[in-house]
């Protein structure tokens, strides 16, 4: 093209030499316009385009200013500048018959094409005339053409060009190529091979023809043709071809289920941009499980995370297969659930729930209850041949999830699954329940229930022993005792865990039926067996003592008291073998017991009974001096003592009987004002009444007595009268008339002597039909006047009350009261426990844990209290961030707890293994869990979170990803696990993402 414009130019130089009448300015034109030219002909653009410029300025010829100005927009072509379309533009507006404007066009696309920017190139194309080209310049036209709509991947228009030049010599083997790439991309892979192979012997394209062929052989299912092909080309590619072909390879190796061979190709696979997808985890995970490398294969499939096509669906088969094979059961359970809930492959999917469901039984699940999980199968596969086995599981399921509920109304409403044996077994369980709830009539229902069915002897003896407890329970002691002697009867009872505890509990039932003689035969019996424990045996001991005691035999009695003791510390035992002391006429060893007990239980509730005992038995013998000793000594140590006013009251009595009648007087006087209401008061008023006389001061008294507002002078027959009017229908429990009459009592002598004791009756009353709200001012007149004998009672039902509201700031307040008040050591253990748990409720931790191991000390409390005070301190430890102390308290309550609280001692025990990376013996912690604690929902829920974060500890992203996503998908109902949930599953999801392209990342 070049050389075609020096031509011109040379012309155009000779004809205008021609003329001699040229002008000078004229001579200079042409001789700028040839300089320009050189310039732009050694690329010198920017400097031909000034002088091109400068020449078509001043020049006036049109054929030199049409190309010049084809030489300017040439020039801004190639120096790049912003206007040079424009520029090109307005050269074909502006001179239309130029012979350059076709040469333009092709000549700025062919630039373009040259320079690499195919769509400007591509523009300039369509405007050429294809009529005005050589030979030689159509077939560059369209081959650039085809390249140019091949580069914008419009492989419709390329092929029209590429066609036009596929037999060109120059050409033909580019076209040719392209063709078959084109037709290679269409999936047309035998027109591509008939393209490739017509240039299959040239160097330049062998590399990728020997990709795309083994390619195409791999896609045409000739696997073979495939790896032959690859293989030829494998050791001279590059990288990046490499990891191609060895997709290729490999999976063609995976697909001849030829899998040892497969497995060097599929790993040496680098992924699109540096990625794998889930099929390509899948074939290798698939290849090693071939080969029983389990582990391996494991390592691949766990990699598929968020797997939703056939594929997915059968590496999660495959996956819990190898977990199966390494006895990883929990993890099993989890591939095998996720495979059941895909459809892609109705056989797999069956398949996988069977081995779901079965592992379910064997090992427990979080996620749904196990009978839920083996009924839903049942439900969903009637015709599977399994279905017989997985119906005894199903019942059996039921028994070791404590389930019993719904087993029933499965046994009792489907006649499927009749069968007498499981519904004896299960009706027992669930009478056990309730028994433990504390539902006694509800237990005995359903322990009639299992009687009914005695097709276990075992069970049946169990039944009746069960149903005895429970009426003694209810206070049916004679119902109690004639089950527990048909118990006795049964010859399978003596293979059953309960019959060893028989005489202890007929011995308690005697006792509460007065029955002595019998009692303390069968506790006698009792504490002689090999099987009696410590605890009990102490306790059988003190109730043979009491037997003997009520019934006057005060040697054996503290015979039995004596072998209590021996069995560790007994306040109580030591108190009654000093008292006893005092029957058998041994005053003074029963002083020195007295005096040896309140020297040795300071803490003890019974210290006020000792030292008012203590003082009464001096008195007896005389000993005045030292009875008022004791009296002081108790009112000093024990102010709250009930015994107090009694105290105060004989000691006034000995004053006034020794001539001391203003000292008594005093005394009197007090115990009327700190205790009113009282008997004690009333006897004081009525004693100091005849010591005013004495003194003959009856003014004095008439003015004293008026202070009083509880004595109504002139009214104490109608006050009496009143009240016993009233206590006697509550006595014959006829509530509904009682409580008319104490309120009429009260509205009548609202400081009656009788005030008291009304008020309590009338809490009692209000308490028994559940109307707390009008309970509660009843029982605080009480608690809010001087100690009584209804004092601690009262206590107890207040903070019982207020604590059922859940206002545990008014609770503490009593509780605090009654711990310091009471005598008797249950209402100290109540107290004590409520105040730990009000204290928690009300965030005073270090005052929970006080409390609670105030608690702890304690030696006579049960388990169930306990486990109670540990988990508080467990707790308040948590709150406190002190994890090493909640660590060791929720180990203790692993070791005793039942139900809800044993289960979030094994939650813990799982999170504090996880915080010390033992993480499979973590997820061994909540796979005991869901196995033994199912029914506790939000601890199963928060166990799988941790699951899932040991899971992906242990590099196993699947196991994690899809305990988390079950998790948001089953327990809607704890928002809080939830949320957990879906952080920890954004944050592992984000992370896979960078070397697997299937997962989804979270937002």
């Not at 009233?726 to 409580?739: F, G, H, I, M, W």
């Not at 308490?767 to 006047?785: C, L, M, S, T, W």
């Not at 974060?949 to 992203?957: G, M, P, T, V, W």
């Amino acid at each position: 093209m070049m050389k075609n414009f020096l031509v011109f130019s040379l012309f155009v130089f000779l004809s205008f030499s021609s003329f001699s009448q040229q002008t000078a300015a004229y001579t200079n034109d042409l001789v700028s316009y040839n300089q320009a030219l050189e310039l732009y002909n050694n690329q010198q653009y920017l400097a031909a385009q000034s002088l091109f410029d400068k020449v078509k300025s001043n020049s006036d010829d049109e054929t030199v200013q049409s190309d010049c100005a084809y030489y300017i927009a040439n020039a801004a072509v190639r120096l790049n500048q912003q206007n040079a379309d424009q520029l090109m533009e307005e050269f074909v507006v502006n001179y239309p018959t130029s012979i350059k404007r076709n040469s333009a066009y092709l000549d700025v696309a062919n630039y373009y094409f040259e320079n690499g920017k195919y769509s400007h190139s591509q523009k300039w194309f369509d405007k050429v005339d294809q009529s005005g080209l050589s030979r030689s310049e159509q077939e560059k036209f369209n081959f650039n053409n085809g390249y140019v709509y091949f580069k914008a991947k419009r492989y419709e228009e390329a092929k029209q060009y590429f066609n036009k030049v596929s037999t060109s010599q120059k050409y033909g083997s580019q076209a040719k190529y392209y063709l078959g790439f084109i037709a290679y991309e269409g999936d047309d892979y035998e027109e591509a091979n008939q393209q490739f192979e017509q240039v299959k012997g040239e160097e330049r394209y062998s590399e990728d023809l020997s990709y795309y062929q083994a390619d195409m052989n791999f896609k045409l299912g000739k696997f073979q043709e495939a790896i032959d092909m690859g293989k030829e080309q494998y050791a001279k590619s590059s990288p990046q071809e490499k990891s191609q072909l060895s997709k290729i390879i490999g999976e063609s190796y995976f697909n001849l289920e030829q899998y040892s061979e497969a497995v060097p190709y599929l790993k040496n696979y680098k992924g699109t941009r540096g990625k794998w997808n889930n099929t390509d985890y899948y074939q290798l995970g698939y290849a090693y499980y071939q080969q029983n490398d389990f582990e391996s294969a494991i390592g691949e499939f766990n990699k598929i995370v968020d797997g939703k096509n056939a594929v997915a669906q059968n590496a999660y088969y495959h996956l819990a297969e190898s977990y199966l094979k390494l006895d990883k059961k929990q993890e099993a359970l989890n591939a095998f659930k996720n495979a059941s809930e895909m459809d892609f492959s109705p056989e797999i999917q069956e398949d996988a729930y069977l081995n779901y469901a079965k592992l379910s039984y064997e090992i427990g699940n979080s996620y749904k209850s196990t009978p839920k999980v083996l009924l839903s199968f049942i439900e969903k596969y009637p015709n599977n041949a399994n279905n017989d086995d997985l119906k005894k599981l199903l019942i059996d399921s039921y028994i070791t999830s404590k389930n019993y509920k719904e087993a029933l109304d499965l046994l009792e409403n489907n006649k499927n699954f009749a069968d007498k044996a499981a519904y004896q077994k299960v009706a027992f369980y669930r009478g056990i329940e309730l028994y433990n709830e504390g539902d006694y009539n509800e237990a005995i229902s359903f322990l009639d229930r299992s009687l009914k069915e005695p097709q276990d002897a075992n069970f049946k003896a169990r039944a009746v022993y069960w149903k005895a407890e429970s009426d003694y329970q209810l206070s049916n002691f004679d119902k109690a005792l004639s089950g527990y002697k048909q118990f006795q009867q049964l010859p399978e009872a003596k293979n059953t865990s309960e019959y060893k505890d028989l005489n202890y509990n007929l011995g308690y039932n005697h006792f509460k039926l007065k029955n002595y003689s019998d009692a303390i035969s069968n506790f006698k019996s009792y504490v002689g067996s090999s099987t009696a424990e410590k605890v009990r045996k102490k306790d059988a001991y003190l109730r043979m003592g009491d037997s003997y005691f009520v019934t006057s035999q005060y040697w054996p009695a503290m015979e039995n008291y004596n072998s209590a003791i021996e069995l560790g510390d007994s306040d109580y035992a030591e108190f009654q073998k000093a008292i006893s002391y005092g029957f058998v006429d041994r005053s003074d060893k029963k002083i020195e017991e007295l005096i040896a007990f309140v020297k040795k239980y300071s803490k003890s509730p019974y210290r006020d009974d000792a030292l008012y005992e203590l003082g009464n038995t001096y008195v007896a013998q005389g000993k005045t001096n030292e009875g008022i000793s004791a009296y002081d000594q108790l009112i000093r140590d024990i102010p709250n003592s009930a015994f107090v006013s009694k105290s105060l009251l004989k000691k006034a009595l000995i004053y006034n009987n020794t001539g001391k009648s203003n000292e008594a007087l005093t005394i009197f006087k007090r115990v009327a004002k700190d205790f009113p209401s009282t008997p004690e008061a009333l006897q004081a008023v009525s004693s100091a009444k005849i010591i005013y006389i004495d003194q003959g001061n009856v003014d004095e008294y008439a003015r004293w007595v008026k202070t009083l507002d509880y004595v109504q002078v002139g009214d104490t027959e109608l006050d009496d009268a009143a009240y016993l009017a009233a206590e006697q229908p509550y006595l014959e429990n006829n509530q509904s008339q009682a409580k008319s009459r104490f309120e009429a009592y009260l509205k009548q002598f609202p400081n009656g002597q009788h005030a008291m004791q009304a008020h309590f009756y009338l809490g009692q009353i209000y308490f028994g039909d559940q109307k707390n709200d009008q309970a509660i001012p009843h029982f605080e007149y009480v608690v809010k006047r001087e100690r009584s004998e209804f004092t601690e009672q009262a206590l107890a039902r207040i903070s019982e009350l207020y604590l059922g509201k859940k206002d545990y700031k008014s609770a503490l307040a009593y509780l605090q009261r009654l711990e310091a008040e009471a005598d008797f050591p249950q209402n100290i253990i109540f107290a004590q426990t409520n105040s730990m748990k009000a204290s928690y409720e009300l965030k005073q931790y270090s005052e929970a844990v006080s409390y609670a191991e105030k608690v702890l000390q304690n030696s006579k409390i049960d388990n169930a209290i306990k486990s109670d005070a540990q988990v508080i301190i467990a707790r308040s430890a948590m709150k406190t961030n002190n994890e090493a102390k909640a660590k060791t308290a929720y180990a203790e309550v692993q070791k005793i707890a039942t139900g809800q609280l044993a289960a979030e001692a094994l939650y813990y025990d799982a999170y504090f293994k996880n915080k010390e990376k033992n993480y499979e013996g973590s997820n061994a912690s909540v796979q005991k869990l869901a196995k033994d604690y199912s029914g506790y929902k939000l601890f199963g829920a928060k166990g799988l979170v941790l699951m899932a974060k040991n899971f992906y500890e242990l590099k196993d992203a699947y196991q994690a990803t899809y305990i988390l996503e079950s998790v948001t998908k089953n327990f809607t109902d704890f928002p809080e696990v939830v949320a957990e949930a879906k952080a920890e599953l954004a944050v592992i999801k984000n992370a896979e993402a960078k070397t697997n392209s299937s997962v989804e990342t979270e937002n």
